[in-house]
């Protein structure tokens, strides 16, 4: 049965994240392998087969929903990164300096 992710993933460590998409990504495997088993062996329960790919639809959701939360996180970082780097260079920079540099990567 598949695990139930809390609602909001931006409660949760780095981390945890990765231990979760990890756990996701190892029961999508699991399910696909029993499914292929099944169907080699012939014969494959129709009832089964239903439940076993909607808990393999249901993993897939859960790990592109905290792929989007590390993505979003990627970005933020990202983000404050290049806000921290133009800050420390208005500081360490000469205006005349600071603005050459400015205008040379506003031209398109």
Known sequence: MPIKLPPDL??????????????????IDN???????????????????KKAE???????????????????????QTASFERRFVDAAKRRLNEDVYQGIMNEALEV
């Open 54 to 76: 909607a808990a393999r639809r249901i993993y897939g959701r859960d790990c592109q929903r905290i792929q989007i939360e590390q993505g979003r996180r990627k970005r933020a």
């Open 31 to 49: 399910i696909t392998a029993q499914i292929n088993g099944a169907r080699e062996r012939g014969k494959v329960d129709k009832n089964w087969l």
């Open 10 to 27: 931006t409660k949760l460590s780095v981390d945890e994240l990765a231990t979760l998409k990890l756990y996701c990504e190892k029961e």
